[in-house]
């Protein structure tokens, strides 16, 4: 027999996250003046070194017999994408919000950038220093993705729309229809630079 209590339990969580909501929608003035971020930040937040990251990075390498960066490189980096396409859920939070790839770990979600930068940070920890997040603005329509160099190839990592290889960093930012009216950057652990 039904007493209610479930639904009423169900009722109470909703009821719950809906108060959380309004209490984040109250300060969110505050949480993003506060969450904002210097150019010199950027990098800081591709945290390679985290145990998370490590771990994870590590469970990728063990998925191989034995890693050997320049045979297993392009499998293990499709295995963390795929990781972070299909395990990693997107969320659009209502306030700007920064996550670590630590936080988009043990969260499993995040928003775009986020997953990107986690992205970012295992291809790192897989061995490839050239992996990078690339942000491009145009107007009020952002997009991320990451891209890196690995034989002679620089592929784009895109969660929304799948890998694809060109020949060069500067065929990459041709296909980006990069106009005066975009501003563009890319970062990782190590460095911030503008592109656009």
Known sequence: MDDGHEGGEHDKEYRL????????????EHIEEHESLSIAALPSMVTVKN???IAKAQEIINSFSSYDYDRDFYDASMHA???VKDSI???VLPVQFWLLPEETLSF???DLLDRNILLCALLVRLGNPSAKVFVKIKGTARDSFVHCEFNNKVYILDLGSGIREVDSKKAMLDSLGID?????????????????
């Not at 996250?17 to 969110?28: E, N, T």
């Not at 005066?180 to 656009?196: G, K, M, P």
Request: aromatic share 18%; net charge negative.
């Open 17 to 28: 996250r809906q108060l959380y909501l309004a209490i984040v929608m109250r300060y969110k």
């Open 51 to 53: 145990e998370k990251v």
């Open 81 to 83: 994408f795929e990781f």
């Open 89 to 91: 859920a997107e969320v």
């Open 108 to 110: 499993m979600m995040g």
């Open 180 to 196: 005066d009216d975009t501003t563009a950057y890319e970062f990782n652990n190590q460095s911030y630079a503008d592109v656009a």
